[in-house]
């Protein structure tokens, strides 16, 4: 395994990911964390990331010192590479010579990490974002790359194993970025890059058995990949010990409420409590308008009936969560003040504390696409781990105005089309996230020969990567007209159809 000590870089996640798919564990720490714990870890290399800072600065972060007194070999990026070079006893300028973006560096020497991709006097491509710059190396480093804003572009202690990159290799643009980590990992640090699903997932029913022992768990199931992985991972550990609340506000897709049940309950027979509460839901929002408001209500209302519920099967000693690895990473914050809340989004997991239960998060060393993964592993049907991410509240947030169990029902028979046509077309994987949004706006349309005063139907397909920024899906324009057509045509209560293309930012992915 290897540590990754973070000084707040926008891409340091990405730096685990490029490990992770090459097969090698790593997690990311903090550039905080204290001796003892890294040695507890026992990593076989360390990899400091790059940041926002200036090592020229008083104050700027450094590595603990120890990671250069452990023996193990350390591979800095950008502000890792100067903290490593000006903790050694190199020196770093701020530079004149800035560069962001796509550069070339000539290649002047070999190392260990370039080793099979990088000859001698060849010129490659990378990617450099950054401001200052190391002017003297420590002793016992040689240059490898140099580009012409960074006479040490690469450098390397063959002795020590200790290498420096001012690049960044775990962005996609630097092309052999992904080959020089591996490289570090596999050909200096001895990993074998055989960290599978299959391992994890021995790892981690191991685990579950340890931490739970004979208690009793419950586990609120939403319908989504990560609580549906958890709960067939969980039930795999402890069989009957586990119980899935599965709260049903009513606003689920068409269909989706049966599927969970009958997934959960009959093909992995685990026990499941079903509540059908979409009448308490719709009563409560009845009137409700805001946005936020309409959140409030489900989230307060989803807790509610959850304690009930799991008061009725009388408690437990756990409460399992489908918390992810980019949930827990303890962030370190370019700018250190808090964000602004865009929308106070519901999880299941925000359980009040008086619950009293400890956590179970068996994902919690997990990426998303990991999580997908896993759940092939354990047997669990495409339907559900490929399936678009959903909002907990459900089609409340896609019912701008009004949330009644009318236009619900409209709209999910809009959106049944759209994903219809959608997986018809073979786009579905391609796509993030598609949906219908029903507006509160009427509009006139003739059909036959008589008038028509219906709702307006927008469509909703994005790309993304993480739900943080997302683009317009670009359907060509026979597929947007068809199913335009066939929506107008087959559900009453609207007449026309527009399509949303507004990237985020500046819009968000949701209406609401
Ligand atoms: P926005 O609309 O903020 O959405 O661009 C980003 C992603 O988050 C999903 N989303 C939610 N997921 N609870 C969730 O679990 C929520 O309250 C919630 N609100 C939005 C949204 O579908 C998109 O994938």
Redesign the pocket.
């Given at each position: 395994r290897i540590l990754i000590l973070d000084f707040g870089s926008q891409v340091t996640q990405l730096i685990a990911r490029r490990l992770r798919e090459a097969g090698v564990y790593c997690e990311i720490w903090p550039f905080t964390a204290d001796e003892a714990r890294i040695r507890d870890f026992n990593p076989r290399g360390i990899i400091l990331s790059g940041g926002p800072a200036s090592v020229t600065e008083g104050e700027s972060p450094r590595a603990p010192q120890a990671v250069f007194e452990m023996g193990l070999p350390v591979m800095g990026i950008c502000y890792g590479q100067q903290a490593m070079a000006h903790q050694l006893g190199g020196q770093v300028e701020s530079g004149h010579h800035r560069e962001f973006g796509r550069a070339f560096i000539e290649v002047t020497a070999e190392c260990a990490i370039t080793q099979g991709l990088w000859a001698k006097g060849s010129r490659e491509q990378v990617w450099m974002s950054h401001g200052d710059r190391i002017t003297r190396l420590p002793e016992g480093f040689r240059v490898v790359a140099a580009s012409e804003g960074a006479p040490f572009a690469l450098i390397a202690d063959d002795r020590r194993h200790f290498y420096g990159t001012m690049f960044h290799p775990e962005v996609v643009h630097t092309p052999h970025g992904a080959a020089l980590l591996k490289n570090f990992t596999n050909l200096v640090c001895g990993c074998h890059g055989d960290w599978t699903m299959g391992a994890f997932r021995a790892e981690a029913i191991a685990r579950i058995r340890a931490q739970v022992g004979e208690g009793r768990v419950i586990c609120g199931l939403s319908g989504?990949v990560d609580s549906s992985v958890a709960a067939v991972l969980l039930h795999e550990a402890i069989g009957d010990q586990l119980t899935c609340i599965y709260v049903d506000h009513g606003l689920m897709r068409a269909g989706e409420s049966e599927q969970v049940v009958s997934t959960f309950r009959d093909r992995f027979n685990i026990k499941l409590v079903h509540r059908d509460a979409s009448d308490l839901f719709l009563a409560q929002l009845a009137g409700v308008t805001d946005p936020e408001g309409k959140?409030k209500i489900i989230g307060r209302l989803f807790i509610e009936v959850f304690e009930e519920e799991q008061q009725k099967i009388g408690g437990a000693d756990f409460l399992a969560q489908g918390t992810l690895y980019p949930d827990v990473i303890e962030s370190v914050s370019a700018t250190g003040g808090p964000s602004v809340t865009?929308?106070?989004?519901?999880?299941v997991g925000g359980l009040p504390a008086h619950m009293r239960m400890k956590l179970v998060e068996p994902l919690r060393e997990l990426f998303k696409d990991e999580v997908r993964a896993l759940g092939r592993e354990l047997g669990m049907p495409e339907a559900i781990i490929g399936r678009h991410?959903?909002?907990?509240?459900g089609l409340a947030?896609r019912i701008p105005g009004e949330v009644t169990r009318e236009r619900a029902d409209i709209l999910r028979q809009a959106d049944t089309i759209f994903l219809e046509e959608i997986r018809l077309a073979g786009l579905y994987d391609a796509i993030?996230?598609a949906f219908t949004v029903l507006l509160p706006v009427k509009s006139v349309g003739v059909m036959g020969d008589g008038r028509t005063y219906e709702s307006v139907c927008a469509l909703r397909a994005v790309t993304s990567t993480d739900?943080m920024t997302?683009d317009v899906y670009p359907f060509d324009m026979g597929f947007l007209t068809r199913v335009a057509s066939r929506i107008v045509n087959e559900v009453r209560g609207i007449n026309r159809v527009t399509y949303d293309i507004t990237s985020?930012p500046p819009g968000?992915?949701?209406w609401e």
């Open positions: 989504g959140r865009i929308k106070s989004h519901h999880n991410p959903f909002p907990g509240p947030i993030w996230q739900g997302a985020k968000t992915i949701e």
